[in-house]
């Protein structure tokens, strides 16, 4: 039984190599802890090797870039798809720091080099549309109620927080319309949230008055923070 041979970053060196020669570079390999240079007409290129597209490598590929603009990291072709949404992210931070990316088939005497892009400067742009969605939610808020990086329990949003304050308003004063409520301050969307009835809080008893229902009473209980919040800003001459 024929053994499989373990891959090593020397096995990426051939290919890229070849590539390089094809187009008119001189090449060398291990120069001054760069893994691989080639020169062309005054252009340096560094190129860094490794089996796996590392924290390790990108610094290492950073730190290049104090000799030359030209730096690539190199890492043997991924098995995944190329389109998939992890390797697209991987991607866009290499972009990011300004290096370019070659890929390599069937590393070893008879692989193939790809370049996948360039390093080239990076134009960073906002997204003013999600910057904006930011700042509605953080405004929706009255306060921090979550713990960060813990988005697999239950996260308070601006909408469960203003479905929250309208059937606090509506336990503790009864029957109300959304023009009411409004006042009281839950804001422009109290309409759309009494319609929508996302959590199975409130029901209309008649056209234009809402109720908050049992299952409304009970869920709120959770959220005693929040309940003293509201029927503080209430005042005492509102509150039952």
């Known amino acids: 039984m024929t053994e499989t041979k373990k891959l090593q970053e020397i096995d990426l060196y051939k290919p890229i190599q070849t590539y390089f020669l094809r187009e008119g570079y001189e090449v060398y390999g291990e120069v001054k802890d760069c893994d691989i240079v080639a020169v062309k007409d005054e252009v340096l290129v560094v190129i860094e090797l490794k089996l796996t597209l ?67 400067p990076f134009i960073r742009r ?57 006042q009281l301050g839950s804001g422009k969307n109290t309409s759309s949230v009494l319609t929508k009835n996302y959590y199975g809080w409130f029901e209309r008893i008649k056209r234009g008055i809402y109720v908050i229902t049992e299952k409304g009473k009970e869920e709120i209980k959770e959220y005693p923070e929040l309940i003293n919040y509201y029927l503080t800003s209430l005042g005492d001459d509102q509150v039952t």
């Open 54 to 120: 590392s924290v390790d490598l990108l610094i290492q590929a950073v730190k290049r870039q104090r000799i030359t603009d030209k730096v690539y990291v190199a890492i043997p072709k991924p098995k995944h798809r190329l389109n998939s949404k992890r390797w697209t992210e991987k991607c866009h931070l290499i972009r990011r720091l300004e290096l370019g990316l070659i890929v390599v088939s069937s590393p070893g005497k008879w692989g193939r080099a790809e370049i996948i892009f360039e390093p080239t």
């Open 126 to 182: 906002k997204n003013k549309r999600k910057q904006d969605s930011i700042m509605k939610e953080i405004n929706g808020r009255s306060a921090d109620y979550n713990v960060g990086g813990s988005n697999r329990t239950k996260i308070m949003t601006a909408y469960k927080e203003n479905c929250i304050q309208i059937a606090c308003y509506l336990e503790n004063l009864g029957p109300l319309s959304p023009k009411k409520l409004n």
